[in-house]
C-alpha cells in the first residue's frame, strides 16, 4: 500500500487552505463609530381589526407603536385592508363614508358604536365587523355592541367568532 502520494497530496490541501484562510486581512485597532444607541424603546402593542375573506370575517392583528382609541381603530375598517392585506384576499364591507366613528361605554360590558351614515344601510358582514373590532378593544369579558346612526340602530349584538 501506497501512502505516500496520499500524504503529499492532503499537505499540499492544508497548506493551500491556510494561504487562503489568512489572505489579506491584516490586523487593526479599534475603529470608533459614536455613541451606542439610547434611549427608551418604543413598545410595540398590537391591535386587532376584523376584516372580510371568502365572504367570512377573519380577526387580522397590525402592529402599532402606541395603543389606540376605539374609534380610531373602527376607522381603520373604512380605511380598508393594507396592501399586503388585500395581497392575502382581505376586503372590507365598512363602507368610507361611515366614518367618523365614536365609541361610548355603558354598563355592563356594552358598547354603543355611532356612525355617520345610517346603521341600518349596513351590510350584515359590515355589522360583523363593526361589532367584533369594537368588542376586541372592550377589556375583559366580550362586550354587546350597538350600533347606531342616522336614527337607525343594529343590535345590541356580540361577536360571532
Known amino acids: 500500500m501506497r501512502t505516500g502520494p496520499a500524504r503529499r497530496t492532503l499537505a499540499a490541501g492544508l497548506v493551500s487552505l491556510a494561504a487562503v484562510a489568512g489572505c489579506g486581512v491584516q490586523p487593526s485597532d479599534v475603529i470608533p463609530a459614536g455613541d451606542p444607541p439610547s434611549g427608551r424603546v418604543a413598545p410595540t402593542t398590537t391591535i386587532t381589526l376584523y376584516l372580510v375573506k371568502s365572504g367570512r370575517i377573519s380577526a387580522v392583528t397590525r402592529p402599532r407603536d402606541r395603543p389606540m382609541f376605539p374609534a380610531d381603530t373602527l376607522a381603520l375598517l373604512a380605511d380598508g385592508p393594507t396592501a ?10 365598512v363602507p368610507p363614508e361611515a366614518g367618523p366613528f365614536s365609541v361610548t361605554a355603558r354598563p355592563a360590558g356594552h358598547l354603543v358604536v ?3 351614515t345610517p346603521a341600518g344601510d349596513l351590510s350584515a358582514p359590515a355589522v360583523e365587523q363593526i361589532v367584533c373590532t369594537a368588542a376586541a378593544t372592550a377589556p ?22
Open 84 to 93: 399586503g392585506e388585500r395581497a392575502n384576499g382581505f376586503t372590507t364591507e
Open 140 to 161: 375583559g369579558s366580550p362586550a354587546q355592541v350597538t350600533v347606531v346612526g342616522a336614527g337607525q340602530s343594529v343590535g345590541p349584538r356580540t361577536c360571532p367568532g
Open 114 to 116: 355611532t356612525l355617520s
